[in-house]
């Protein structure tokens, strides 16, 4: 039921709800105003979204304002998170002054959109960031728990400082101990390095 609903709305927003605004940052480069953001939020990392763009002028009206038409002619976005960039491809939206970029955001943090060019002649040259994109576990309902997982990394730290106790105690009468000793110290002193291995693992999938 839940990727039915998500499909539903990525639907909805390709074929021009796109326009939607929610938490989108907006820049002043007189006489523009320049908004970015995401059409569907809050972004997810692994679901299909759209950077989502707005651009308008003043109208006639006086303290209003208007889409403009053809406003990536000569202007670029180049989509930017930590050292990665990539130029986007935009396309319009049906309502003037409204484009939108698809996109499948692979991490979540924090990602910044530039623009460099011009608008009917005037420069622009910006970056504006837009909306953090989060983990699934945002959508998640009911919410799973990490209990399990915890649990396990608990009782594995556990087993670690017991082998490693028993250890401790044999090393302190290693002068007197037989051969028979000696492998059992050998065999405890391989479980903790496989229990400390199965560890790091576990903590290496609870942070994927």
């Given at each position: 039921m839940k990727v039915l609903t998500l499909g539903l709305i990525g639907l909805l927003f390709s074929i021009g709800f796109v326009s939607q605004s929610?938490?989108?940052?907006?820049?002043?480069?007189?006489?523009?105003?320049?908004?970015?953001g995401w059409g569907l939020e809050p972004p997810v990392v692994g679901i299909r979204n759209d950077f989502v763009f707005k651009i308008t002028e003043p109208s006639d009206t006086p303290n209003s304002y208007k889409g403009v038409t053809n406003a990536f002619k000569n202007l670029e976005v180049t989509a930017m998170f930590?050292?990665?960039?990539?130029?986007?491809?935009?396309?319009?939206d049906p309502k003037i002054g409204y484009y939108f970029s698809p996109v499948i955001p692979t991490k979540t943090g924090t990602y910044t959109m530039y623009f460099k060019g011009e608008i009917n002649g005037v420069p622009i040259d910006v970056q504006i960031p837009v909306e953090d994109v989060e983990s699934t576990a945002i959508l998640d309902f009911p919410q799973t728990s990490d209990s399990s997982s915890d649990q396990d990394v608990t009782s594995l730290k556990n087993a670690i400082s017991s082998l490693q106790r028993e250890v401790s105690s044999m090393k302190d009468g290693s002068e007197s101990v037989d051969g028979g000793a000696a492998y059992d110290f050998a065999i405890f002193g391989l479980s903790i390095a496989a229990a400390a291995i199965i560890l790091a693992i576990i903590a290496l999938i609870k942070r994927k």
């Open positions: 929610f938490a989108h940052t907006t820049v002043e480069v007189e006489p523009y105003k320049i908004e970015a930590g050292g990665a960039s990539k130029q986007i491809d935009i396309h319009s």
